[in-house]
Every structure is written in structure tokens, then in C-alpha cells.
């Protein structure tokens, strides 16, 4: 095992599991990757950690909901970020304005795009991978957290005006 470059942890290989398509399951997914993190002592405050367990739940959720199948999720620590991916069967890229039903979703990645340090997606195979990675030293706070969850719920209220 390798000492990261901060020293705080030692790096440990990627963990990696495969998920039905279940939306009920995606707590407990959430819990065990915090979990990982925990175990792995990665330098993440528990103000982090709900940032993980919340960016979790919404690229989880959109795996669920856009491919109705298994997809596999991978937690690992760069030594200095907690990165989640989500790999699932689908080739159509992730859109964080294409949301379909806002009044159940659809603010997801803006959470994450707000919320995580850094986020992206690449193909894969027959399909795609999802992540997101969270910094120690890049915590959302204060009020650059509370516009982020404001303009997530104005991009809600935006959609619903439109649709009406």
C-alpha cells in the first residue's frame, strides 16, 4: 500500500460492486460508500461526507431511472479526492437540463455540479461512466452552498413554469 501525497491515509485499491436497478437500495449504497471512505480514513469532514452520500444518491438515481438495469459502482481515493463512478448500459450522455419530470428530479447533477469538486462522464464500453470526485480542501460552504441548493430548486420552479 502506498502513503498518499498527504500522508493523512494510506491508499487503498478501488472497491467496486455491481447494483440492481432498484431506487429502494440507493441508501444503503449511499452509507456503504460514505462507509468506504470512513474506513479508509480519507480526510473528509462529516459536511463532506453528506456531500458524497447526496451526490451519490442523485447519479445512482439517474442509472436507475434513464436504464432500468445493473450498473456497477466504483469508490476510490486519488490520495487527494473521493471519486464515485457509476457505470451503466447507457450511451446517452448525462444532461443536467434535460430533466423529464421536475417535480420528482431532474436537479441532480446541478446538485452535483454545485456540490462536488470535480464531475464529468466518459463512454464506456456499451455505455457510460458517471463520477464525481469530492476534496478535502474544496468543501461547498456557507453561502456558495445555500446558491447552489437555491438554484437547484430555481431550476425546478423554472421548469414548472414552463410546463404549465
Do not use: Y
Amino acid at each position: 500500500m502506498l502513503k498518499s501525497s498527504t500522508n493523512a491515509t494510506t491508499l487503498q485499491p478501488s472497491q467496486a460492486w455491481e447494483v440492481e436497478p432498484d431506487l429502494a437500495a440507493a441508501p444503503s449504497i449511499r452509507r456503504l460508500i460514505t462507509g468506504i471512505a470512513k474506513g479508509w480514513r480519507v480526510p473528509l469532514s462529516d459536511d463532506a461526507l453528506r456531500d458524497v452520500e447526496l451526490c451519490a444518491g442523485e447519479v445512482l438515481a439517474n442509472a436507475v431511472e434513464h436504464t432500468g438495469a445493473r450498473f456497477r459502482v466504483t469508490v476510490g481515493w486519488t490520495g487527494e479526492r473521493l471519486r464515485v463512478e457509476v457505470a451503466d448500459n447507457s450511451l446517452r450522455p448525462p444532461d443536467r437540463g434535460a430533466a423529464e419530470d421536475m417535480l420528482t428530479g431532474g436537479r441532480g447533477l446541478l446538485l452535483v455540479e454545485g456540490l462536488a469538486h470535480s464531475w464529468g462522464w466518459r463512454p464506456e464500453g456499451a455505455g457510460k461512466v458517471v463520477w464525481f470526485e469530492c476534496a478535502a480542501d474544496q468543501l461547498v460552504t456557507g453561502d456558495r452552498r445555500l446558491a447552489v441548493l437555491v438554484n437547484a430548486a430555481q431550476a425546478r420552479g423554472h421548469e414548472l413554469s414552463d410546463s404549465a
